[in-house]
């Protein structure tokens, strides 16, 4: 019985071998029968078992055809690098395009919120004195909005006033200053005759009938505006109340919709863009204030009609960095220039030209600092990119937005290198010694290089 198995191996290695030679002669009858079909292949009974039409091979005198090469091979690397830049940066333009529609649709709302955030910059400090005193929370809230609505609208009443009870004097010395004027021309080397200065007068006449239609469309535009105006002006009222008495936990649900691996870095960002707006905004007011000040007393004592609310335009054109006090002191110019002549202007002039000069150079780098200073083409880009958005009021918040992405920017990267330190694998054998003679970042080196920035 155990010769059994064997005997059956043996007759299954011998049906094993028939059927292996009866494959190769069934291939070599196929290849006899088809030349195209290389002897010893089994690939073609197989194939035809499966009825996968075969493809010959090409013949010997063919010529060689080349491989081509990976079309990401071709094309070169500087090529490749550009066209992932390019679409990505096409992809932020559409996202800042479809921000900025959506911004200019709720123009608005977004300037009422920004103002409310710069006076509530301004505020804030006096909330927190009147808090360490020991008044509520509510109870502090409510005085300092109340004294800084108050104030802001005794200002605003101050200069209507003025104007209005020095509105005929300033006529009365604007037609005079026009006679002065026609008479100088007509006594000038430019040889200007009265009845040039006449067709003037009537030209202008004529367009000022014409147009009447277009100035009262303007007229009407002007009362949308005013309406618009006022909507804004108690957005950022009640906007403002509610960011000095609950400004802490806005900002802290804020934190939530930022992503949880940014959120420390935003979270450390954030206070120190609120003390830069904080400073700028403070530094501003304190700069405004000398500027309106020492002018003011310049038309007060060269006796230029409507010191004082000049003086005042001069304050609130401190807010727009350079273009405003250009404007504001044009306009002080030009009213001296009218009303008591050309020596007065140019005295008024030269009060001008040195306060700002003091302002330059003086008051701004000793009380804004070094924390909220801005490149002067940047301020020039940045108020004119401003004033092209949103008009006035995008001249006004565009210097402090700068300032503020200025210094998230700044602590940012030096938090992220920071992390990045703290992150890297300690170094071993030789490395170790060179990096020991190093020293080690300490906790509050992304401070100090985002004030450095």
């Not at 000095?244 to 691996?261: H, M, T």
């Not at 004119?384 to 402090?400: E, F, S, Y």
């Amino acid at each position: 019985m155990s010769k059994v198995p064997g005997w059956i191996g043996r007759v299954g290695d011998g049906l094993t071998r028939m059927g292996a030679r009866l494959d190769e002669r069934r291939a070599e009858a196929d290849a006899d029968a088809d030349p195209l079909i290389t002897p010893g292949s089994h690939a073609a009974p197989a194939d035809a078992a499966a009825g996968v039409e075969h493809v010959p091979a090409p013949p010997d005198y063919a010529p060689a055809v080349a491989a081509r090469p990976d079309p990401v091979a071709a094309v070169p690397w500087g090529m490749r690098v550009a066209a992932e830049a390019g679409w990505r940066l096409l992809v932020l333009a559409g996202t800042l395009w479809v921000l900025m529609k959506i911004i200019s649709s709720v123009q608005l709302v977004v300037l009422a919120f920004v103002a409310a955030l710069l006076v509530t910059a301004m505020l804030q400090p006096t909330v927190a004195r009147l808090r360490r005193v020991g008044l509520p929370r509510g109870l502090a809230t409510a005085v300092t909005a109340c004294l800084g609505f108050v104030v802001m609208g005794l200002v605003g009443w101050f200069v209507v006033w003025q104007v209005m009870e020095n509105i005929d004097n300033l006529s009365d010395r604007l037609r005079d200053g026009i006679e002065e004027l026609k008479r100088w021309l007509l006594n000038s080397p430019f040889h200007v005759t009265e009845d040039q200065i006449n067709d003037i007068a009537k030209n202008l006449s004529d367009a000022v009938g014409t147009n009447t239609e277009e100035i009262t469309s303007a007229g009407l535009q002007g009362v949308t505006v005013m309406v618009e105006f006022l909507t804004g002006i108690l957005l950022a009222m009640f906007s403002t109340l509610f960011l000095l008495y609950d400004g802490k936990r806005i900002w802290e649900w804020s934190l939530k919709l930022v992503p949880a691996q940014a959120r420390p870095g935003v979270a450390g960002a954030g206070p120190r863009a609120w003390r830069t707006l904080t400073a700028y905004v403070r530094g501003t007011v304190i700069v405004a204030m000398i500027d309106a000040i020492f002018i003011g007393l310049g038309l007060y004592f060269l006796d230029v009609p409507m010191a004082v609310p000049l003086a005042v335009f001069i304050f609130l054109g401190a807010f727009i960095p350079l273009v405003g006090a250009v404007m504001s002191g044009a306009l002080a110019i030009v009213v001296s220039l009218v009303t008591q002549g050309p020596f007065t202007a140019l005295m008024v002039m030269a009060v001008v030209l040195a306060v700002q000069q003091i302002e330059g150079h003086v008051l701004q780098p000793f009380i804004l600092g070094r924390a909220v200073r801005v490149h002067p083409l940047a301020v020039v880009l940045s108020v004119a990119a401003g004033g092209l958005v949103a008009g006035i009021g995008g001249a006004v918040v565009a210097v402090p937005l700068v300032a503020v992405t200025n210094t998230v920017v700044g602590y940012l990267r030096a938090y992220g290198n920071e992390a990045a330190l703290r992150a890297a694998p300690q170094p071993h054998g030789a490395t170790a010694v060179a990096v020991a003679t190093t020293p080690a970042p300490v906790e509050g080196v992304a401070d100090r290089a985002a004030e450095q920035e």
